[in-house]
C-alpha cells in the first residue's frame, strides 16, 4: 500500500476561492487546531502581496495577527506560503528588497516553505527568485501549470517540466489552476512529466471548476504523484479543491494509504460551516461539467465579479457575450495561462469592450503595460495577435507609460522616508499595501478588527442553536437573558 500525504489549502486556496479572501483571523484561529491534528504533511496559509493588501483595504485587519497567531498554532504542522518575492504575485509594485524582508520574518516564524513559480512557466525567471528564497531560508516547491489552448501542447509541458527540474527544486508541482484538466488528459501527460524529472517528487494542485477534481486527483496519484492538494468542507468543490474526505476515502478504496485522520476535520467543517451561515459567504459543493469552460477559461470566482460591472454599467445581460469575448480576448492576447493577474487583464477588458461596444477603444493601465511587456517579457506580447498590440499602444496613455520606469527602492531608502524608528512590519504593509496602511488600520472602527469577543460569540452561537428557547447567562451583578420569540429561527 503506497502512502499518499495531504497538502491543506483550506485557509488558503479554499477560502480564496470561495469566499474571495473574506476569511478572518479570527474564523481562522479556531480552526486551526483540528487542521494542526489532522496529519497533514503541510498547510498553505498564505499568498503574500494582494492578500495583504485585502487584509488592511477591505477587512481593515492587521494580517500580521493572522501571521504570528497563525504561526503559533500550528504546533504539529508544516506551515508555508504561496508566493514568490517579486513579480505579479506582489502585483508587480513592491521593491525587491521589502519582498525578502517579507520572507525573511515568516522564516523567522518557522514558515519556512513556499510555493512558487512564474504565470507564463518561464523557470528563467523562476531561478533568480528561487535563489533569493534558498539565501534566506526558504525552500521551494516549484510549479508547472496546466493551461487549453494551441501553444500548450505535450512538448511544450514536457519542454517547461525539464526546466523546472533544472532547478533542482524539493519538489515540483503540477498545477491546474484553472480546473481544466480531465482524467484522459491527466492520465495521458502527467506520467510522461514525472518521468522526466528523476527522484524529485510531485505534488498535484487541482481546481474543481469543471467537477473532475477528485477524479483528476486520483488519476494523479496513479501516475505516481505523492502529495495531493485538498481542502476541507464547506471550503472544498466548487472553484476550489476537491475534499479531503472525498479523495482519501476513494484512494481507500483504490488500496492506497492515505496519511490523514479524518476526525479532528469534523469540527473544522463544522466551525467554517457555521460562519459560512451566519456571514453568508458560499459553501463549496461539486460543479457540473461544462464544455463553455474551456472556450472562455475565467476562473469561477471571477464570474460574479464580471457579472457585478456588467450590471453597474446597465448591460447586466451580458454576461455570456462577455464570456465569449473573453475567450477571444485570451486569444489576442497569445493566450496567456488564466492566473492572477493576467486571467484579471482578459475578463476585465472582455467586460470593457462588450460595454463600450468596439473592441479596444478603451482600455486599462494594466493592458497597456501588458501589451508592453511587462507581465511576461517575449512570452507575453510575442503571442499577442500584432494589429490588436498595436492598436493598444496607439494612444497617448500607452505612450506616457511607455516612458514610465517603476521605482525599486532600497529597505534604506524606504525607511528614510517612513522614518528610522519604523518596525519592520509597519514597512513591509507600507510598502504593499500603501503609505496610508497603519493609518487606515488605526482608524477602523471599534471590534472591526481582531478577535471576536467572548461574550458577542457565545451570543451568536446560543441565537443560532434552535434548541433551547430561553438562555440566561449570569456572572456577579450582570444578568442577560435570551428569548426567542415561538416562530424564530434564530436572531441576530
Not at 6 to 11: G, M, Q
Not at 314 to 320: A, N, P
Not at 438 to 446: C, F, G, H, I, Q
Request: charged share 25%; net charge neutral; glycine share 10%.
Amino acid at each position: 500500500m503506497r502512502q499518499i500525504r495531504f497538502i491543506d489549502t483550506t485557509i488558503r486556496d479554499g477560502q480564496a476561492s470561495l469566499w474571495a479572501m473574506n476569511m478572518r483571523t479570527r474564523h481562522m484561529v479556531p480552526a486551526m487546531p483540528g487542521l494542526d491534528a489532522a496529519g497533514f504533511d503541510q498547510m498553505e496559509f498564505l499568498a503574500p502581496g494582494s492578500r495583504l493588501k485585502k487584509f488592511v483595504r477591505h477587512l481593515a485587519e492587521n494580517p500580521w495577527d493572522w501571521i504570528h497567531r497563525g504561526a503559533a498554532a500550528a504546533e504539529r504542522t508544516q506551515l508555508r506560503w504561496h508566493g514568490h518575492i517579486s513579480g505579479s504575485t506582489m502585483s508587480g509594485t513592491v521593491p525587491t528588497e521589502v519582498g525578502v524582508l517579507l520572507f525573511s520574518k515568516a522564516v523567522e516564524l518557522g514558515i519556512t516553505y513556499t510555493r512558487t513559480g512564474n504565470n507564463w512557466n518561464n523557470f528563467t525567471a523562476v531561478e533568480a527568485d528561487k535563489k533569493r528564497l534558498d539565501d534566506i531560508g526558504m525552500t521551494s516547491v516549484v510549479n508547472v501549470m496546466y493551461s487549453v489552448s494551441p501553444r500548450h501542447t505535450d512538448d511544450y509541458f514536457l519542454t517547461k517540466t525539464r526546466d523546472a527540474a533544472a532547478l533542482k527544486p524539493w519538489r515540483l508541482c503540477f498545477k491546474d489552476v484553472g480546473g481544466l484538466l480531465t482524467p484522459e488528459r491527466t492520465r495521458e501527460l502527467l506520467p510522461r512529466m514525472i518521468a522526466l524529472t528523476g527522484d524529485i517528487p510531485w505534488e498535484f494542485h487541482g481546481h474543481c471548476n469543471n467537477g473532475l477534481g477528485p477524479l483528476n486527483a486520483i488519476e494523479a496519484v496513479k501516475a505516481g504523484v505523492g502529495y495531493v492538494h485538498t481542502a476541507v468542507p464547506p471550503l472544498a468543490n466548487g472553484s476550489s479543491q476537491p475534499s479531503v474526505y472525498n479523495v482519501a476515502q476513494n484512494l481507500r478504496a483504490l488500496g492506497y494509504d492515505p496519511q490523514i485522520d479524518e476526525a479532528p476535520l469534523h469540527a473544522v467543517t463544522d466551525h467554517l460551516t457555521g460562519i459560512a451561515d451566519r456571514e453568508n459567504l458560499p459553501m463549496g459543493v461539486p460543479l457540473e461539467y461544462d464544455q463553455r469552460l474551456y472556450s472562455h477559461q475565467v476562473p469561477g470566482g471571477m464570474i460574479s465579479n464580471l457579472a457585478h460591472q456588467l450590471r453597474l454599467a446597465g448591460v447586466g445581460d451580458r454576461l455570456e457575450a462577455t464570456l465569449e469575448e473573453a475567450g477571444r480576448v485570451r486569444a489576442d492576447f497569445g493566450y496567456p495561462i488564466m492566473v492572477t493577474p493576467l486571467s484579471q487583464f482578459v475578463g476585465t477588458q472582455a467586460a470593457i469592450n462588450v460595454i463600450v461596444g468596439e473592441r479596444y477603444r478603451q482600455v486599462t493601465d494594466a493592458v497597456i503595460e501588458y501589451a508592453l511587456g511587462r507581465h511576461g517579457g517575449e512570452e507575453a506580447v510575442g503571442g499577442m495577435v500584432p494589429e490588436v498590440r498595436d492598436k493598444i499602444l496607439d494612444r497617448p496613455r500607452a505612450r506616457e507609460l511607455a516612458r514610465f520606469e517603476r521605482p525599486d527602492p532600497s529597505l534604506k531608502e524606504l525607511r528614510d522616508k517612513y522614518g528610522r524608528g519604523i518596525s519592520d512590519e509597519d514597512l513591509i504593509l507600507r510598502a504593499i499595501v500603501g503609505d496610508d496602511a497603519n493609518d487606515v488600520l488605526r482608524s477602523a472602527p471599534a471590534g472591526s478588527t481582531g478577535e471576536e469577543k467572548p461574550l458577542i460569540r457565545l451570543i451568536r452561537e446560543l441565537t443560532a442553536d434552535r434548541g433551547p428557547r430561553l438562555v440566561t447567562v449570569q456572572k456577579g451583578d450582570l444578568s442577560l437573558t435570551i428569548q426567542k420569540a415561538p416562530h424564530a429561527e434564530g436572531m441576530g
